[in-house]
């Protein structure tokens, strides 16, 4: 079984989501139940890592006023967020900017927890869950997060159907 990172997290999400940002599980306990859950400890403990980013990155950020952006603003990326998000993936981040679903700070937030995976390119599908977990675990983005979950889980029921 080939597991990454990415899935561990989507695994935490779905399955611990309705818990919100106050569940502090016991790591150990999380650990056990992880493995037997077929992940590796090596992907785990940098699931956990990653998590622990995005936790800094909410407590950092939470004493700092929302920017409001300008519509003017344009947002430059590094070489290396060229390889790994592609044109579709930096478009997607740009309108739900435009469309007030994220702000740029959020927008931040997101660029840097994506970089944070070890995939060398990521799929717009990984993105909308990657912008999903700093939704959820950002505070003052309750609408926001109901939102994209909406989309998301609409695209979602789309493609079964």
């Known amino acids: 079984m080939k597991e990454n990172v990415f899935d561990v997290l989507m695994y935490l999400f779905e399955n611990y989501m309705d818990e919100g940002?106050?569940?502090?599980?016991?790591?150990?306990?999380?650990?056990y139940e992880l493995t037997q859950a077929g992940f590796r400890r090596g992907e785990i403990r940098k699931a956990f890592s990653w998590l622990d980013g995005l936790s800094f990155l909410r407590e950092n950020n939470t004493d700092r006023p929302r920017a409001a952006g300008s519509a003017a603003a344009i947002r430059h990326y590094t070489s290396k967020e060229q390889e790994k998000l592609d044109e579709e993936c930096?478009?997607?981040?740009?309108?739900?900017?435009?469309?007030?679903?994220i702000d740029p700070a959020t927008r931040e937030?997101?660029?840097?927890?994506?970089?944070?995976l070890e995939s060398?390119?990521?799929?717009?599908?990984?993105?909308?869950?990657?912008?999903?977990?700093?939704?959820?675990?950002?505070?003052g983005?309750?609408?926001?997060?109901?939102?994209?979950?909406?989309?998301v889980f609409d695209e979602?029921?789309?493609?079964l159907h």
């Open 109 to 116: 937030v997101i660029i840097d927890r994506l970089m944070a």
């Open 156 to 159: 979602m029921q789309g493609h």
């Open 21 to 31: 940002t106050e569940f502090q599980p016991d790591q150990e306990a999380l650990t």
């Open 90 to 101: 930096r478009g997607y981040l740009h309108f739900m900017e435009v469309s007030g679903v």
């Open 141 to 151: 983005q309750e609408y926001a997060y109901h939102m994209l979950e909406d989309m």
């Open 120 to 139: 060398d390119e990521i799929a717009l599908e990984q993105l909308k869950w990657v912008m999903l977990l700093v939704l959820f675990n950002q505070p």
